[in-house]
Nanobody, 124 residues
Framework: QVQLVESGGGLVQAGGSLRLSCVASGRTFSSYAMGWFRQAPGKEREFVGIISSSDGYTYYADSVKGRFTISRDKAKNTVYLQMNSLKSEDTAVYYC?????????????????WGQGTQVTVSS
């Protein structure tokens, strides 16, 4: 059984930084791309970014490009979301998800496992 567990959320002032972590169970972590999504109150879950399984290729939503960075540590079965220059509109619950390949990264149904989410609140 695959489990994804996010952590690292919290309250931060605008302009600050946070690093989220997503730890995956199972021995096939390195075979899958890992994506990050977020969901603000009253809004649909939206794509943030993704990192490929092998060559470290990353792709980001325009709203976070240049501010957020995704990385992964295969030895620790962990993917990270480094968030800098945070804005109030970044406030949301952040989720990591697993999918095979990076094609269709923005489509929710392409992911087979999700974490429970971690709350990020940015105060202005």
């Amino acid at each position: 059984q695959v489990q994804l567990v996010e952590s690292g959320g919290g309250l931060v002032q605008a302009g600050g930084s946070l690093r989220l972590s997503c730890v995956a169970s199972g021995r096939t972590f390195s075979s899958y791309a890992m994506g990050w999504f977020r969901q603000a109150p009253g809004k649909e879950r939206e794509f943030v970014g993704i990192i490929s399984s092998s060559d470290g290729y990353t792709y980001y939503a325009d709203s976070v490009k240049g501010r957020f960075t995704i990385s992964r540590d295969k030895a620790k079965n962990t993917v990270y979301l480094q968030m800098n220059s945070l804005k109030s509109e970044d406030t949301a619950v952040y989720y990591c998800g697993r999918k095979y390949g990076v094609r269709g990264a923005q489509i929710l149904s392409n992911y087979d496992y999700w974490g429970q989410g971690t709350q990020v609140t940015v105060s202005s």
